[in-house]
């Protein structure tokens, strides 16, 4: 069987590794529209669902040598003042770590891997989908380079959409689609080199995006320097009237949203240094795309943001491509007679669980709970927080949008057995 991948960022690498480790006969090509790989856009969690997936695909040293191992999970109002903590990962019982990560060494890692294992000859770039056509056994994808000129075909048995939120092949299923839906909130993010905050290991929330605006900080690389500095990446919202360009790397305007953060330094952080001192500043819309009832049409079918765009919240945008990525190779590799079998079959395990976490993403996000002692206190500082939020619904927040996302424990273990 020959599998045509369109794109080859988090959830193409990881499909053509899933693949290619269930069945090494499979003939798996992946076209990444790019000339050149980039790191491309600053911070992502991997949570353990992902972790899981990926331990699977022998990839955790590789990781674990790049990455910082979350420890725990902090919230903090705009005052700086702590509402909660927890462990996260290994520290909170998981089999598997969290691991705070620069999206460019989370691509090196799948793309040495992709390397290694199916052959570089197998990545294909600045190959840029532009159509397809089937037939009752057969699809083929047309390209083109970066600057338009066609450069040929490709024939397989299956062709899979990994190709983004501006999926190409989408836009062949669903030509009156239009562009993603903007929300009224613009992110800006950057990374700054600095000493380590809190346990140095901290995926930390601040602020309520509804009322005050929000930051989430994490670091991602360890020494960096003699100094004993981290990489921290940090990630400010805000409610904007404007959409900023949907390319993840527009620069973005210190003007735009800096003021807004100008009054938070705690003891534990001054914001508005980190921000000042970042190495850069991109801007990106908080966008995603309404759920569609269907992902697979006879042989072709979309993976990750391509099939559910979601907004980047809970670590759960490229967690969920990976997971995509387990599954439509389990059931290829089930229903090698039968392709179409195997995707429609894939389209009934994932589709309505990521829809539902996209719908959640939008309404319930893990930071509801600094949203709700933020309207409770109406933005004032507190003496006590168990006067103004239990511990049962700090739990009951948090426990079900884990839930939701299927990286509760029992979620990850059930995973695991089966």
């Known amino acids: 069987m020959k599998i045509l991948i369109a794109g080859g960022g988090i959830g193409g690498l990881a ?47 590789a990781l674990a040598s790049v990455a910082v191992e979350a420890q725990e999970c902090a919230f903090f109002t705009h005052h700086g003042q702590l509402i909660h903590r927890e462990p996260c990962g290994l520290f909170a019982g998981y089999d598997y770590p969290h691991y705070s990560i620069h999206r460019g060494d989370l691509h090196k890692v799948l793309f040495d891997a992709t390397c290694e ?23 083929t994808a047309h390209f083109t380079d970066r600057a338009g000129r ?21 836009k062949v299923l669903y030509p009156n689609e239009g562009k993603p839906v903007f929300h009224g909130i613009n992110m800006w993010r950057g990374v700054t080199t600095m000493q380590p905050i809190l346990t140095g290991a901290s995926a ?43 390319d993840w790397s ?6 735009d949203f800096l003021p807004n953060f100008a009054d938070w330094k705690f003891d534990w952080l001054d914001c508005p240094e980190m921000i000042e001192s970042a190495e850069n500043i991109v801007s990106y819309p908080m966008v995603d795309r309404d759920p569609i009832d269907r992902w697979t049409f006879g042989r072709v079918t979309l993976v990750g943001d391509a099939a559910h765009p979601m907004y980047p919240r809970g670590g759960n945008g490229g967690a969920q ?39 959640t993403n939008r309404t319930a996000p893990p930071d509801s709970i600094i949203e709700l002692v933020e309207q409770r206190t109406s933005g004032e500082r507190f003496s006590d927080i168990s006067d103004v939020i239990t511990q049962e619904e700090i739990e009951s927040i948090h426990g079900n949008y884990q839930k939701t996302a299927g990286y509760d424990r029992e979620s990850v273990a059930a995973h695991e057995r089966s």
């Open 321 to 359: 491509a990976i997971l995509d990525a387990e599954t439509l190779a389990e059931v290829v590799n089930n229903h090698c007679d039968d392709p179409v079998r195997a995707l429609s079959e894939y389209e009934s395990m994932r589709l309505a669980t990521v829809n539902n976490i996209v719908l």
């Open 250 to 255: 527009a620069p973005g305007m210190l003007d």
């Open 15 to 61: 499909l053509a590794l899933s693949l290619q480790q269930r069945n090494p006969h499979l003939e798996v090509h992946i076209f990444e529209a790019a000339p050149e790989f980039k790191p491309l856009g600053l911070g992502i969690n991997m949570l353990p669902h992902a972790i899981r997936v990926l331990n699977g695909l022998g990839l955790t040293s």
């Open 117 to 139: 294992r199916l052959g570089a000859d197998r990545v294909h770039k600045d190959h840029r989908l532009v159509d397809f056509t089937q037939s009752a056994d057969k699809v």
């Open 204 to 246: 930390i929330r601040i602020g309520a995006l509804q009322l005050t605006g929000k930051l989430v900080v994490y670091p991602i690389r360890n020494n960096v320097d003699a100094a004993g500095n981290q990489l921290v990446n940090w990630v400010a919202e805000m409610f904007s009237e404007h959409e900023a360009p949907c």
């Open 150 to 170: 066609t450069i040929g075909s490709w024939t397989g048995d299956l062709l899979v959409g990994c190709d983004g939120i501006h999926s190409a092949v989408r």
